[in-house]
């Protein structure tokens, strides 16, 4: 599975857009780019995941360049309760586990 | 709700006794994992299951071992417990794709942070 690179630390004003980055240049062509994010002591959450289209749902938005070489998870409007550890991983079909590196700690600020 | 529980939440042991950590899932997935979080690493898979009776070891297998008597749960063993194992270690589960790979979404559960002395 390919490596992703993201910022180790973020600040986002509450109310505000949070767009998390995520580099993750020797991606495959079958490969997904899959976020989660665990809040403290908790389990990982699912956000979101996609292939090459650009995915929204309830909690966010996936944007994925042309080139499929990062990413982007953009929380629209940030609360205190999205403050967490943000994790970009790349897996593909027949991958059999998920690599989470150290991810983001995402702050959201009064 | 369907959902994924683990117990104990809270365990400390000594060094050399014989750990389980259970975990149970109501979704009815045929998938289950067990990864480890220690600060810097992220997570890491011990093992894995897809199936009744099947057991595939992961990144940091050593001094661990699982079984899948049935589709709802997936005890994790320490043989005998050592220090380095002191950890949160974390449960998932999925449904399985078309191929019988785990190609969805992981669920996890709450975790156990267990303490080896």
């Known amino acids: 599975d390919a490596k992703t690179t993201q910022p180790p630390s973020m600040d986002c004003a509450e109310g505000r857009a949070a767009n998390l980055p995520c580099n993750h240049s020797?991606?495959?062509?079958?490969?997904?780019v899959y976020w989660y994010r665990q809040i403290h002591s908790q389990g990982p959450q699912y956000i979101i995941h996609?292939?090459?289209n650009n995915e929204t749902n309830e909690m966010a938005s996936l944007i994925i360049t042309e080139d499929r070489k990062s990413s982007t998870l953009i929380l629209p409007h940030a609360t205190l309760r999205d403050t967490a550890v943000y994790y970009c991983i790349v897996r593909g079909l027949t991958g059999n586990q998920f690599y989470f590196g150290t991810g983001t700690s995402l702050t959201v600020i009064p | 709700d369907a959902e994924i529980t683990q117990s104990p939440r809270h365990k400390i042991t000594e060094t050399g006794r014989q750990v389980t950590l259970a975990c149970h899932q109501t979704?009815?997935?045929?998938?289950m994992f067990w990864y480890r979080q220690d600060l810097g690493h992220g997570l890491r898979l011990i093992h894995y299951?897809?199936?009744?009776?099947?057991?595939n070891k992961g990144e940091v297998s050593d001094g661990y071992s699982v079984s899948r008597s049935n589709t709802e749960d997936l005890p994790l063993t320490l043989e005998s417990a050592a220090s380095s194992q002191t950890s949160v270690y974390f449960c998932a589960s999925s449904e399985s794709g078309t191929s019988g790979y785990a190609t969805d979404t992981q669920y996890f559960g709450p975790g156990t942070r267990l303490t080896v002395l």
């Open positions: 020797t991606i495959s062509g079958n490969e997904y």
């Open positions: 996609g292939l090459k």
């Open positions: 979704w009815n997935h045929n998938n």
């Open positions: 299951s897809y199936g009744v009776h099947d057991t």
